[in-house]
Nanobody, 115 residues
């Protein structure tokens, strides 16, 4: 079983930055993928960014050039650096890991972009 603990959410003004962290613990197998999803009120959960074992990344078009996903393999931690934030980035952000073909989820952290 994998436990994911997110941190770093909060309230920020448009144009500002936040850095989310997600620490994984438990039965983690080599070669895992880590993702950040988000869900805004009344909307479906959407994939924001992915990073695989080798370091390759993928971003949703809506965040390309503004968000950066990275990972620390030694600490089993993934980060999401969010810059130039917009009100439409407001959502609950979820960390997710796929290891040994099993997907696990964090509890989510609220990000609110508002003046």
């Amino acid at each position: 079983q994998v436990h994911l603990a997110e941190s770093g959410g909060g309230l920020v003004q448009p144009g500002g930055s936040l850095r989310l962290s997600c620490a994984a613990s438990g039965r983690i197998f080599p070669g895992y993928t880590m993702d950040w999803f988000r869900q805004a009120p009344g909307k479906q959960r959407e994939l924001v960014a992915t990073i695989i074992t080798g370091g390759s990344t993928h971003y949703a078009d809506s965040v390309k050039g503004r968000f950066t996903i990275s990972r620390d393999n030694a600490e089993n931690t993934v980060y999401l650096q969010m810059d130039s934030l917009k009100p439409e980035d407001t959502a609950v952000y979820y960390c997710s890991m796929v290891t040994n073909s099993v997907r696990s989820w964090g509890q989510g952290t609220q990000v609110t972009v508002s003046s």
